[in-house]
DNA sequence: TAAATTTATGAAACCGGTATAATTAATTAA
DNA sequence: TTAATTAATTATACCGGTTTCATAAATTTA
């Protein structure tokens, strides 16, 4: 029943090449013998098999996502999805298609991306860093397949990669509460081994230092992985030495800061300020509202799509990456007397 | 470079058709040289290219699934991509790969879906309501195309869909309620047009008619679709008949609801309990923890993927629905006394 | 007007597998 | 021993396009 391009060159009267370049746009074609294969086309409803043509042009056109999100992950992990989301928006825009792989347990991740390579199953590779590995990172440069990470891995690689700059975040943070008048600043932290926010920290100290308002050891606190804990690290934090405002390494941190704070009988911002790190939907409706230093995630999957589209057309070009800016979102939690913005509804 | 089939046939000193047997494992094969073949492919490194077998097979092995979502959409509407972890963990699972096609205000759902199914470029199809139509009723139903809908068509049709029951959720709600010792019950819902707060609010309805403590009309208040909106409608409700409890159609409301009270230095639950819809990560750390009626999405995801897979098996099956049983999760908001989960980390 | 170019079209190989029918070899039955 | 069956293997068409190269037709140049 489906019309191929074999139907179209009989019903026209010329070859299967001849529709192929009229296809394909092709300049060799006479304008007559275009319009009538066109027409033709036209008439049967032919559109060419996307897989037959893929299959010759040797090419997938599409492009594979790779994560390693667990059950909630949508719920605990928005980012993730928010990227994906501008990473196929750029690549629709192209013709590109985006398929998504959520690694399981038992999967193991070089051997996943390998059999998609030598399979040739798909053109180019998306990786979350919580999929990346060293297997994954020889694989990937020994066949020169074009693929972009994002987030940065924690390892030596040939890698390219696209990642928010986290100590540019933590010193705009400080920038900003110096700016608004706070100059006795905090720092609770995730955990020990929480990069992300080790390195705001670093990038809070910095700029502290630079604007001659360092802040102090006992100013900083570590260990805040749950809401409980940072809860109860605010509350010791403020009983040991209060300050004019805290750096909360990011949002979970920040509720329980908030909720300490409120069980103190002070307020947020006039006893102590608050400023946290990526924009919830929840940061804008906490009470007060919650200034973050964000990144537009979305943005970045765009970024992400954007040089992948590049290294597929170009292989030669050489590993490149990408860091992007954060933003400041000024909200009540650091600024008195603003209105607060109107949510719609989360469903 | 790449070796193919031929290379490990003439190495192996078979024909094409034999290797290709041995791939399948056909029975047809003897058994040495079956080994034989085998001995070769390994030492050639060889694997089958998917591109290939997929065309000569004439199948994708692959699923689409398609949505209508916004910028911002992971963050505000989650649920729709822990179904997609769902569907894609069923089916990567058998064997399919997961395309995510998000479709862009210029695009129309039933032109997108047309050209998948007659480009022959998928499967199996997985929609979003939020990218249904008549017009894609109609393509999938006059090419008995293999799909689900993710959520029930506001309108007649030949469709496969899976839905959670919005009206049961209501009704465990009441009952919940009712069994823990609230009779006198008020009703806030989301906009006049939102079919999920009706049904709801009819479930909940039946169920308290059949309890004996039915919700009188002026304990039923409608068009809360922000927070502030909700605040102010529980404002006035409390003031003119203060109840019991409240069910919230949403989280919306939920928030809004709480701040009213809060502000008017009520207590949850001992002077007004409050019960919502759909476990959100912050549902579990508002103070105190909010009762909800939920759906496990990721399980509506799993059994989608079921269904589709055995339509595409066997695509002569007739139409088929799905309804998901809600589950009750008991928290402080309904219930005095009750020690609160800790939370992990979002981000 | 013949030869050289240019333009338009088609024949056929190819992409790398699958699947059917034909062939050959090995067994079993007559 | 020969014919009939069964088992194992292969030749070949095919999936539906693309692409290279040959060829025919039209046009330009000598």
Redesign the pocket.
């Known amino acids: 029943m489906?019309v191929?391009?074999?139907e179209v060159a009989q019903e026209a009267?010329?070859?299967?090449?001849?529709v192929?370049?009229v296809?394909?746009h092709s300049?060799?074609?006479?304008e007559?013998?275009t319009q009538k294969v066109r027409n033709i086309m036209e008439q049967l409803h032919y559109r060419?098999?996307l897989r037959?043509?893929n299959?010759?042009?040797?090419k997938t056109h599409n492009v594979t996502f790779i994560a390693r999100a667990e059950k909630n992950a949508a719920f605990n992990n928005p980012h993730l999805f928010e990227i994906m989301c501008g990473v196929e928006n750029t690549l629709s825009g192209k013709g590109y298609s985006l398929t998504f792989i959520n690694l399981t347990k038992e999967q193991d991740e070089g051997t996943v991306i390998e059999s998609l390579i030598v399979q040739k199953n798909t053109d180019g590779i998306v990786l979350h860093v919580s999929a990346v590995s060293k297997k994954v990172s020889g694989v990937l440069a020994s066949n020169n397949f074009p693929h972009i990470v994002i987030g940065r891995p924690d390892f030596e690689s040939e890698l390219c990669w696209i990642d928010t700059n986290n100590n540019l975040s933590g010193s705009i943070a400080v920038k900003h509460l110096f700016q608004v008048g706070y100059h006795h600043i905090a720092y609770i932290g995730g955990g020990k081994d929480d990069l992300i926010s080790l390195h705001r920290l670093q990038g809070a100290q910095k700029a502290a230092e630079e604007l001659g308002i360092s802040i102090s050891p006992e100013d900083v606190r570590q260990g805040a992985v749950t809401i409980e804990n940072a809860r109860a690290i605010t509350e010791q934090l403020i009983r040991e030495d209060q300050p004019e405002a805290i750096i909360c390494a990011n949002n979970t941190v920040a509720l329980g800061t908030f909720h300490s704070i409120r069980d103190q009988a002070l307020t947020i911002p006039d006893n102590i300020a608050v400023i946290s790190f990526d924009d919830y939907p929840y940061s804008r409706i906490m009470e007060p509202a919650l200034t973050v230093v964000n990144i537009d995630v979305y943005d970045m999957g765009t970024q992400a799509g954007i040089m992948l589209l590049r290294k597929m057309k170009q292989p030669s070009l050489q590993v490149q990456s990408y860091t992007t800016l954060p933003v400041l979102i000024v909200r009540n939690s650091t600024i008195k007397n603003t209105a607060s913005e109107p949510m719609s509804t989360p469903i």
Chains 1, 2 share one sequence.
């Not at 300049?27 to 006479?30: A, F, N, R």
């Not at 299959?55 to 040797?58: E, L």
């Open positions: 489906p191929s391009i074999h009267g010329v070859s299967v090449s001849t192929s370049k296809l394909n300049p060799l074609i006479s007559a013998t060419p098999n037959a043509q299959f010759a042009r040797q």
